[in-house]
């Protein structure tokens, strides 16, 4: 099995000194919690906390500060910091048979199937291995778990199972532009590495949307969140929690924080939960003790201090307006595709979804057509030898299962490209 630095540090305790309502802690706590680093919080005000910063030099002014044995990091970057705790934060090598792009399900299927079929495989993952997927509180629909899987148990497991036959997961990688060479493709990512590869397998997912309203976004990190209820729960314990959203992700938001909050209320633009969001979780919901849902309703602004404390909510059929005191929002209002770091070469569907196979021939005029004379493999995208598998490909399910059927499916399909 590959294993990671991370397994040297695993006996040792992890703190970090950092103030609960500073986007800085926010970001980190968020990091190490999707890469499953377990660690200790301490404030700056708290004499554990002063104590420790003392003893290494630094001041108040210094945190987010982490500290493992005799070791201290005031981080500067996500690359720096996965270093720093151990990750595989870098290739071993420029030259592989099959790069993947995208750590969600789709890409750790391809993963998966790539290195225990003997292709040579590494996975870029810009932030932590289980995409959307490792967000999840509780997936009930995927085969093969009746009673349902949380999104970081699923992802440890694809982790441990893409490690166990030597596919190599780099996290904190970023790529940011992919063209074809010689020798096959090179992805360029933001730190300047570039990574070569006979194939690749484009599996970026989607990226959450934000609400865009300046008053709440000054809160992000300080009492506004997206799609992070599973590392944020702990400290909302007692405390009322305002979730914004009606698909599938704020159901099962709604039927965790119901566990820990005081209360859960769900604003709801559309009418009724129904227009998003599957029956079984509208069930749920209506079984919960401490869940209130509020339909045709928005919020419309934000106010606070250090960090929020009041939201302006909006009926959207009477325009009458409410103000609620609130610490918490936690917000899921769908994604777009990551497609953006793709050039034109790659055709796309009216909202950037990425085109494959015979769903190319489908686009009229298309500024991207397909290059060959042979048609396009089922998963192949207008760049010959790049596929598309999950979320991020256009007429997808967006669910786990799609998910991890394309991505094993596109290494299939890797085989025969290269082999023809
Ligand atoms: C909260 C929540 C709950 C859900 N619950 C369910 C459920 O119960 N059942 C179900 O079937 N589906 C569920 N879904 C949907 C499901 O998670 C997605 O359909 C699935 O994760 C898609 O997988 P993917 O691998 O295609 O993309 P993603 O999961 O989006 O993963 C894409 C990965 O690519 C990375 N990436 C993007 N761009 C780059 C880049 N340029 N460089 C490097 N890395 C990059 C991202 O960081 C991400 O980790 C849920 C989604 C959410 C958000």
Not at 91 to 105: E, K, Q, R
Not at 153 to 166: H, M, V, Y
Not at 299 to 325: C, I, K, P
């Amino acid at each position: 099995m590959a294993a990671t630095a991370r397994d040297e540090h695993d006996n040792t305790e992890l703190t970090v000194v950092a103030d609960m309502w500073s986007p800085a802690c926010t970001a980190i706590r968020t990091f190490l919690a999707r890469n499953e680093i377990a660690c200790r919080w301490l404030q700056p005000t708290e004499a554990a906390g002063r104590e420790l910063l003392d003893a290494h030099g630094f001041g108040v002014e210094d945190t987010p500060v982490l500290f493992e044995g005799k070791r201290a990091l005031k981080p500067t970057g996500e690359e720096e910091l996965a270093q720093w705790v151990g990750l595989h934060a870098q290739p071993s090598t420029d030259h592989y048979d099959l790069l993947i792009v995208g750590g969600g399900p789709a890409g750790m299927a391809a993963a998966v199937y790539g290195a225990s079929e003997g292709l040579h495989t590494v996975l870029l993952e810009r932030w932590a291995i289980g995409g959307q997927a490792g967000l999840s509180s509780n997936i009930q629909n995927y085969l093969g778990f009746p009673d349902g899987i949380t999104g970081s148990d699923l992802t440890d497991r694809a982790r441990r199972q893409a490690r166990k036959f030597g596919a190599e997961l780099v996290i904190s990688l970023y790529a940011d532009r992919l063209r074809p060479v010689e020798s096959g493709f090179a992805v360029h990512c933001t730190d300047d590495r570039t990574v070569h590869a006979r194939s690749v397998i484009v599996a970026t997912g989607a990226t959450f949307r934000t609400l865009d309203i300046p008053s709440v976004d000054k809160f992000n990190g300080r009492g506004v969140f997206y799609f992070s209820a599973l590392t944020e729960a702990p400290l909302c314990s007692g405390s009322d929690v305002y979730i914004v959203g009606g698909a599938n992700s704020a159901g099962q938001a709604a039927v965790y924080f119901a566990s820990c909050a005081r209360k859960v209320i769900m604003l709801v633009r559309a009418k009724s939960l129904a227009t998003e969001m599957s029956s079984y979780l509208i069930e749920q919901i209506s079984r919960t003790p401490g869940v209130e849902v509020r339909t045709g309703v928005e919020v419309v602004d934000a106010a606070g201090d250090t960090h929020l404390e009041q939201l302006t909510l909006r009926d959207r059929e009477t325009g009458a307006v409410e103000q609620v005191s609130a610490n918490w929002l936690f917000a899921f209002i769908g994604a777009d595709p990551a497609t953006d770091w793709l050039d034109e070469s790659f055709a796309r569907d009216d909202h950037g979804y990425l085109l494959t196979g015979p769903d190319i021939a489908t686009v009229e005029g298309a500024k991207s057509p397909w290059p060959l004379t042979r048609p396009p493999l089922h998963l192949e995208t207008t760049v010959p030898g790049v596929f598309a598998a999950g979320d991020v490909r256009a007429f997808n399910g967006h669910r786990v299962a799609a998910a991890v059927g394309e991505g094993s499916m596109a290494v299939m399909l890797v085989h025969k490209f290269l082999h023809d």
